[in-house]
């Protein structure tokens, strides 16, 4: 299981956007589950489960750790990069694969993973007498999430998870703040900015069932392409793939406004003083989210770095539009707080009546 395409493509079914830190997961749930649907659907016992994920220096947190004590769960690390990827877990991926079919371990393998790199890998564990099928996790609408077209071709099969236990074990987590303040923040990553207003484009509304990838953002050179891997092994990309990056202001408003407003409601004042503090620099989960789910949205896997530097801009831009509205609606709840004071009645008989 590459952990960073599962939760992430996970918490993009359960909250719109790939912030992890965005849902909450119970773990032997999901585990269980994915070692059930694997058994059931192979009609072989499980060997075992290993578990791909990534941690500064290659060192465990508590809860990575607690998973590797789990029955039939071999934890395997690779390490955070500065800007929050992931380093060595498809090759790692990769290495698994081929030597368990080389010396004959198993007889059927399911890859949770839609990483292009890990092709290859797949190729020779075929060519060892070994069956590979990918375990996708779905869409909303009930697609594979994010499976490249090379591996999901090389591949014997291609299966979805459950959605109903997916959805059971991978839960957006509660929003702080009142329901106004809820309502609000949800608005505001659902109402049209100028620029979209003025491209003509259409908003797409939460209940569409369009596919995220819009021929209309798109070029026809644009090959399908994966939403999640790590930075290894990708190929160069000329410029004329890309079209003028004006073009894509209303799909990067559209994920920036879901991004920030994702991250805001778990602690929107803490995370407010991050953000003030770490400027320019944006937090690595949040700069993550916006790369993958921008590429997602658009079809496009390597970003050109003119995307990139207009993303992270409309990002700071959506931030100073939110600290502003935010500053408004203080000084309006405090004039209406002082308005109610000074109509307070002055006199026993005022109170009285």
Same mark, same amino acid.
């Given at each position: 299981?590459?952990?960073?395409?599962?939760?992430?493509?996970?918490?993009?079914?359960?909250?719109?956007?790939?912030?992890?830190?965005?849902?909450?997961?119970?773990?032997?749930?999901?585990?269980?589950?994915?070692?059930?649907?694997?058994?059931?659907?192979?009609?072989?016992?499980?060997? /075992?489960?290993?578990?791909?994920?990534?941690?500064?220096?290659?060192?465990?947190?508590?809860?990575?750790?607690?998973?590797?004590?789990?029955?039939?769960?071999?934890?395997?690390?690779?390490?955070?990069?500065?800007?929050?990827?992931?380093?060595?877990?498809?090759?790692?991926?990769?290495?698994?694969?081929?030597?368990?079919?080389?010396?004959? *371990?198993?007889?059927?393998?399911?890859? +949770?993973?839609?990483?292009?790199?890990?092709?290859?890998?797949?190729?020779?564990?075929?060519?060892?007498?070994?069956?590979?099928?990918?375990?996708?996790?779905?869409?909303?609408?009930?697609? $594979?999430?994010? +499976?490249?077209? !090379?591996?999901?071709? @090389?591949?014997?099969?291609?299966?979805?998870?459950?959605?109903?236990?997916?959805? *059971?074990?991978?839960?957006?987590?509660?929003? @702080?703040?009142? $329901?106004?303040?809820? +309502?609000?923040?949800?608005?505001?990553? =659902?109402?049209?900015?100028?620029?979209?207003? @003025?491209?003509?484009?259409?908003?797409?509304?939460? =209940?569409?069932?369009?596919?995220?990838?819009?021929?209309?953002?798109?070029?026809?050179?644009?090959?399908?392409?994966?939403?999640?891997?790590?930075?290894?092994?990708?190929?160069?990309?000329? @410029?004329?793939?890309?079209?003028?990056?004006?073009? !894509?202001?209303?799909?990067?408003?559209?994920?920036?406004?879901?991004?920030?407003?994702?991250?805001?409601?778990?602690?929107?004042?803490?995370? /407010?003083?991050?953000?003030?503090?770490?400027? $320019?620099?944006?937090?690595?989960?949040?700069?993550?989210?916006?790369? =993958?789910?921008?590429?997602?949205?658009?079809?496009?896997?390597?970003?050109?770095?003119?995307?990139?530097?207009?993303?992270?801009?409309?990002?700071?831009?959506?931030?100073?539009?939110?600290?502003? /509205?935010? !500053?408004?609606?203080? /000084?309006?709840?405090?004039?209406?707080? !002082?308005?109610?004071?000074?109509?307070?009645?002055?006199? =026993?008989?005022?109170?009285?009546?």
């Amino acid at each position: 299981m590459d952990v960073g395409y599962l939760l992430a493509a996970a918490a993009t079914r359960a909250t719109g956007t790939s912030l992890r830190s965005s849902v909450f997961v119970d773990y032997q749930s999901l585990i269980d589950s994915l070692a059930a649907q694997a058994s059931a659907e192979s009609g072989l016992p499980l060997l /075992r489960i290993y578990w791909y994920d990534s941690a500064p220096n290659g060192v465990p947190n508590t809860t990575q750790e607690s998973i590797g004590l789990l029955r039939r769960v071999k934890l395997r690390l690779g390490r955070l990069g500065v800007g929050g990827e992931q380093k060595g877990v498809d090759l790692r991926i990769g290495l698994d694969l081929a030597t368990h079919a080389r010396n004959a *371990a198993v007889d059927s393998m399911y890859l +949770v993973s839609g990483d292009d790199d890990l092709t290859e890998a797949v190729d020779e564990a075929q060519a060892h007498g070994v069956q590979v099928t990918i375990l996708a996790v779905p869409t909303q609408e009930g697609r $594979p999430h994010g +499976v490249s077209r !090379h591996l999901q071709g @090389a591949a014997d099969g291609l299966d979805l998870l459950d959605g109903d236990a997916l959805d *059971a074990a991978v839960r957006a987590r509660a929003v @702080a703040g009142s $329901p106004q303040q809820i +309502v609000e923040r949800k608005r505001e990553a =659902t109402v049209p900015s100028p620029s979209v207003l @003025a491209s003509g484009n259409r908003v797409p509304e939460p =209940t569409d069932t369009t596919p995220p990838r819009a021929s209309s953002i798109r070029t026809s050179e644009s090959p399908s392409s994966v939403v999640y891997t790590s930075t290894t092994g990708s190929e160069p990309v000329v @410029a004329s793939q890309y079209r003028a990056v004006s073009d !894509h202001d209303p799909v990067i408003d559209r994920v920036v406004g879901n991004v920030l407003n994702t991250w805001l409601d778990a602690a929107p004042a803490s995370r /407010r003083t991050e953000l003030s503090r770490s400027r $320019p620099s944006i937090p690595s989960e949040v700069d993550r989210a916006l790369l =993958t789910d921008l590429s997602d949205d658009i079809g496009v896997y390597d970003l050109s770095p003119e995307i990139r530097y207009r993303l992270r801009e409309r990002f700071w831009h959506k931030v100073d539009e939110s600290s502003t /509205r935010t !500053h408004d609606d203080r /000084r309006v709840a405090t004039e209406q707080a !002082h308005g109610h004071e000074r109509e307070e009645p002055r006199s =026993t008989e005022d109170r009285e009546s």
